[in-house]
């Protein structure tokens, strides 16, 4: 089996060569490589099981595979993109907040005599000066510079001065560039630091704790996820700030259900993996055991034929997150970002589902759902499989020349056998 992050880089390398003819059949060629050294001898599996239409019979006697759309999958992440407060504020903001970094290095530059302010712009002179007056902030430095020099300092150092970063934050967001560009948070941030609590303040610096850990030190102990839980304690520590909190949810939601909703409607999807014999997907998608499993032959693709390789599925902890930068500022560098994340985001599901070593095929919601397939070079029957259907297999089969197997449960261990009985 090949690793979730050679599958990664494989998929990366087709969306940045693909806008390229030339470069394009580099990457087809590199993605082929994958898929034989992930397979038994180039060969992908589709689990199928009998239903009262005949649409399994007429894909198999068609050779072509039926591509759903994902909401109709059982998993509800599949295809769909995450997002966290962190993402947006990160996205949103992580300029502004750089910033307010560089002015504030710019200002310890002067303070340590190591500049002159009349050689900067007169915005970040004017933010300068700003810090120069504020006596907490220059106090602390004159008594405290260069003395941080580890984690464990850091975390001192926001347990016991939280009043010092409150300072620094409120010198910025008063300043009306940053009062503007940040807009609720600007009303929300100086108010929620200030009223963070010191267990609170040392959990941020602790880069082992967990978002929950960081709740629950500020009294908020529900099972939620990170938005849900930062509105919490936003409530619980400011809880005046009802519309700042209602404007963020409506851009969560509003942005949440654009993408997503889109992104579900945007292909139709065929599923593979790469064993026959896997015992769960026998028992999941062909009906325990009732329904039958269908080889598909990708050893010995000519090149026009790799233009319709699948991709690989990569099994990830973390969900991919909602590209926010495009969502929130449509550049084209930004677009061709986010084009590459959603992609992955089609392409990546929870490790839970690592078992399957899937395979996708990814359609146009504009095209067909029943996409022409490579050879079949063999069907495998379920061990449990009606003499009726057994025998509409063997029909299709044996008119078509296609080798069939019929699984068989082992006597006495966990495990499946294949036996031959038309070849």
Known sequence: MVSSEEKRKCIENVIELSSNEETKNIALKNLYQVLLKDTLNGKLYKYRSFDDKGYALA??????????KPSEFNDPFDCKIGITFNSIF?????????????????????VRNEADINDYTDDVRRL???LQNNTIITDFIKANDGKISSEQEMGKFLKDNSNV?????????????????LGVCSNMMPQLVEKISPTGMLVLSDENATYEDFAKANGVCEDADEIELTMLMSEKISPELVDARADIMNLIDDKDNQINTKLVDLFFVGCLCTDYKNRLMWSH?????????????????TEAEMLSLPLPIIYAKGRPLLPWKAALDNTLENISEAT???????????????????????????????FKMPKISCIYLG????????????EIAKRKNILVKQMKIDRGTYALHAATIFN
């Open 59 to 68: 894909n198999l006697n068609d050779g072509t595979l039926h591509c759903s």
């Open 90 to 110: 990160k996205a949103k903001y992580e300029s502004e907040f750089d910033v307010m970094m560089e002015i504030y290095n710019e200002f310890l530059s002067v």
């Open 128 to 130: 300068i000066i700003k």
């Open 165 to 181: 970063i409150i300072e620094l934050l409120q010198v910025f967001l008063e300043d009306d560039y940053f009062k503007d560009t």
């Open 285 to 301: 998608y062909a009906d325990s055991h009732k329904g039958f499993c269908v080889e598909y032959d990708y050893s010995s693709l």
């Open 340 to 370: 590459a994340q959603i992609t992955l985001g089609l392409l990546t599901k929870d490790d839970e589902w690592k078992y399957e070593n899937e395979w996708r095929i990814l359609v146009s919601s504009s095209g067909s759902t029943e």
């Open 383 to 394: 061990a449990a499989i009606s003499d009726k259907n057994k025998a509409k297999i063997l």
